[in-house]
């Protein structure tokens, strides 16, 4: 997170962990460049230890970017009843703003981590600037 802000594509972090009994949860809002925002949500599930010794895994998650008060970029999910893959949707943000498609990730390893669905996005941001300010 510190390197994309650095970069100045994140420009501000507004999740916060929560600490239960075996179970972390992250949930906020990150906003970035083009009034781009990113809705985390997220269970973590303490396998063991404690502390910064955890050792942990992610249950469920989905991160849903779109333009503030606006269109959608793109949503990664886990599993959910309707579709029982990880999978990424992806909209017509520029068009009819409607989802065109959803991707599946077929292995857990192939699962962007928070990190990497930022740098997507901000790839996304650069290669379409010119359309964004437009909008």
């Known amino acids: 997170m510190a390197s994309l802000m650095n970069q100045g594509f994140v420009l501000q972090d507004d999740c916060s962990f929560e600490f239960f009994q075996g179970l972390i949860v992250l949930e906020g809002r990150i906003h970035c460049l083009g009034q781009i925002e990113v809705t985390v949500k997220k269970l973590i599930e303490v396998l063991s230890g404690s502390?910064?010794?955890?050792i942990v895994q992610t249950r469920q998650f989905s991160y849903h970017a779109n333009f503030a008060?606006?269109?959608?970029?793109?949503?990664?999910d886990s599993p959910?009843?309707?579709?029982?893959?990880?999978?990424?949707?992806?909209?017509?943000?520029?068009?009819?703003?409607?989802e065109i498609e959803v991707v599946q990730i077929d292995s857990e390893e192939d699962v962007p981590t928070l990190g990497e669905v930022l740098t997507e996005l901000q790839e996304w941001y650069w290669g379409n600037e010119d359309r964004i300010a437009t909008m």
């Open 51 to 54: 502390g910064h010794a955890r």
């Open 69 to 76: 008060n606006g269109p959608n970029i793109l949503r990664y």
């Open 80 to 98: 959910v009843p309707h579709r029982n893959y990880y999978h990424k949707h992806r909209f017509d943000t520029f068009g009819t703003c409607r």
